[in-house]
T-cell receptor, first 112, second 113 residues
């Protein structure tokens, strides 16, 4: 079966510290992968998407970066966190086309 | 720019009541999706509607896609506390890569016992 794993579930980090969030998918190959951020339990903002290894597209200029070192692994990073990076980060994948995402369980990031 | 506007933003009702939430756009979408998200969890796909005028039922939930494919509605019959959550609609982002979706800001539903 196809599953998506995202960790950690919660993270509290000081301003200026680095960040690494990891997302892995099982049971599929060459998935489209996405990182979204959700502020205050509301709408989702697309941050990055990837259609293959090493292929990253950024939707919003910001303090974050993404990498896809393996087919089923997607990593969200920052060298120095800002207070404004706080939020709920969601990884998602879809098989082909716009017919539904499967989301990970999310990471609640609080920058203090 | 494609936008999906959802209304109402918040809805608080008693168990057993019926409700309808809406997802509207000035753009035509080839499909629309509805998700439900519980606090601290990722959204879960409920349904995808692809044909104008289409109606899909999922137990007590009825989803409708507008004839012009610019809007959709979700009707819940006899709401239960387990229906509590954030309901999001989403559609293809034609300006983005294949598979990109744009999301509305959601309707936060609270069903009180």
């Amino acid at each position: 079966s196809q599953t998506i794993h995202q960790w950690p579930a919660t993270l509290v980090q000081p301003v200026g510290s680095p960040l690494s969030l990891e997302c892995t998918v099982e049971g599929t190959s060459n998935p489209n992968l996405y990182w979204y951020r959700q502020a205050a339990g509301r709408g989702l903002q697309l941050l990055f998407y990837s259609v293959g290894i090493g292929q990253i597209s950024s939707e919003v200029p910001q303090n974050l970066s993404a990498s896809r070192p393996q087919d089923r692994q997607f990593i969200l990073s920052s060298k120095k966190l800002l207070l404004s990076d706080s939020g709920f980060y969601l990884c998602a994948w879809n098989p082909t086309g716009p017919y539904g995402y499967t989301f990970g369980s999310g990471t609640r990031l609080t920058v203090v | 720019t494609q936008l999906l506007e959802q209304s109402p933003q918040f809805l608080s009702i008693q168990e057993g009541e019926n409700l309808t939430v809406y997802c509207n756009s000035s753009s035509v979408f080839s499909s629309l999706q509805w998700y439900r998200q519980e606090p601290g969890e990722g959204p879960v796909l409920l349904v995808t509607v692809v044909t104008g005028g289409e109606v899909k039922k999922l137990k007590r939930l009825t989803f409708q896609f507008g004839d012009a494919r610019k809007d959709s509605s979700l009707h819940i019959t006899a709401a239960q506390p387990g229906d509590t959550g954030l309901y999001l609609c989403a559609g293809p982002n034609y300006g983005g890569s294949q598979g990109n979706l744009i999301f509305g800001k959601g309707t936060k539903l609270s069903v009180k016992p």
